[in-house]
């Protein structure tokens, strides 16, 4: 499977961006899929993950209960909601695939997408 996340830019703190992450060339409902950021100097890091269905969730600490998770395998897009966004939500988002069920390890993630850049202005 290949992916291609979009829905990045700049954005004011608090607001409420929508991430997409389209899938092609695969079948998408096989992997388990996750979300991780990067931001200036750090590590790449978790942030979210849903299982192959839909029906299981996890998301990193900091991010819960301002940020969302979901997919949609008919049209085989993976989605990240986000709200009230803070300047250290600034980084490139990922999304991923892995054939494990669900996982917060980067090293469970065997496809990547090519991240797109969510800039938080303060």
């Known amino acids: 499977v290949q992916l291609q996340a979009s829905g990045g830019g700049l954005v004011q703190t608090g607001g409420s961006p929508k991430l997409s992450c389209a899938a092609s060339?695969?079948?998408?409902?096989?992997?388990?899929m996750g979300w991780f950021r990067q931001g200036p100097g750090k590590e790449r890091e978790f942030v979210a993950a849903?299982?192959?269905?839909?029906?299981?969730?996890n998301h990193a600490d900091s991010v819960k209960g301002r940020f969302t998770i979901s997919r949609d395998n008919a049209k085989k897009i993976l989605y990240l909601d986000m709200n009230s966004l803070k300047p250290e939500d600034t980084a490139v988002y990922y999304c991923?695939?892995?054939?494990?069920?669900?996982?917060?390890?980067?090293?469970?993630?065997?496809?990547w997408g090519q991240g797109t850049q969510v800039t938080v202005s303060s």
């Open positions: 849903i299982s192959k269905k839909g029906g299981s969730t």
């Open positions: 060339r695969g079948t998408f409902a096989s992997y388990g």
């Open positions: 991923a695939g892995s054939t494990v069920l669900i996982s917060s390890h980067l090293g469970d993630y065997s496809v």
